[in-house]
């Protein structure tokens, strides 16, 4: 079974510019959810959708932050415009739902460096 | 305000040895809980999950909840050096709450 692809691993960009990241959930799953990883904030959701619905768009982060579910096999994560402050790894992950939400299914992360 | 606190922090214990890791949580909707594993350049796995009070045994790994003290720990027997890496503890209600990680324990595991 593939798990969750997520595309690119790393990605560098200058303060300023618009940076995609792009994931692929695992097939089937109904829940999909973009965290951002930094080892001071530790894992913090930036969006949540279920059944291609947005749930939760991450409250503080919604003003550059924007994620789109364009269909039940593919989700992007636009930053725009990035900012240094934005320098973490980013992590998908797809969920069946389910009893308390039920088990997360992580893809490797996309490291983004914004200079 | 975390609503998920792990200690310790970090921890290392020697090949062949017993960490202990633990978990407690402050919201009394929380009724689910995970133990997540993360190894340096991936993202992070699910190792086992535990909604029932008591013990839950996989392997060299074992979880116990006490859902009335709200406390999750995680117990890791014969330690190994692959053992080495970030844990999370991640909780979540019913009714749709989505799920809630801590920040996690760093586990060092030496030869």
């Known amino acids: 079974d593939a798990g969750v692809t997520q595309t690119p691993r790393h990605e560098v960009a200058e303060k300023g510019q618009t940076i995609i990241l792009k994931c692929e959930p695992v097939?089937?799953?109904?829940?999909l959810f973009w965290y951002r990883q930094t080892k001071i904030q530790g894992l913090e959701l930036l969006s949540y959708?279920?059944?291609?619905?947005?749930?939760?768009d991450g409250g503080a982060f919604k003003d550059r932050f924007k994620a789109e579910m364009l269909n039940s096999s593919f989700s992007t994560l636009k930053i725009q415009p990035t900012e240094p402050k934005d320098s973490a790894v980013y992590l998908c992950?797809?969920?069946?739902?389910?009893?308390?939400?039920?088990?997360?299914?992580f893809g490797p992360g996309t490291r983004l460096t914004v200079l | 305000q975390q609503k998920v606190q792990q200690s310790p922090e970090s921890l290392s214990v020697p090949e062949g040895g017993m960490a202990s890791l633990n978990c407690t949580s402050s919201?009394?909707?929380?009724?689910y809980f995970w133990w997540y594993r993360q190894h340096s350049g991936e993202g992070p796995k699910a190792l086992m999950?535990?909604?029932?009070?008591g013990d839950k045994k996989e392997g060299r790994f074992t979880a116990h909840l006490n859902k009335a003290s709200l406390h999750v720990s995680l117990h890791i027997r014969d330690s190994q050096p692959s053992d080495s890496a970030l844990y999370f503890c991640?909780?979540?209600?019913?009714?749709?709450?989505?799920?809630?990680f801590g920040s996690g324990t760093r586990l060092l595991v030496s030869p």
């Open positions: 919201d009394r909707n929380f009724q």
């Open positions: 991640a909780a979540s209600g019913a009714g749709g709450y989505k799920v809630v």
């Open positions: 992950a797809s969920s069946l739902g389910g009893t308390g939400g039920g088990e997360q299914y």
């Open positions: 097939s089937g799953h109904n829940d």
């Open positions: 959708f279920r059944s291609k619905s947005l749930m939760e």
């Open positions: 999950s535990i909604f029932s009070d």
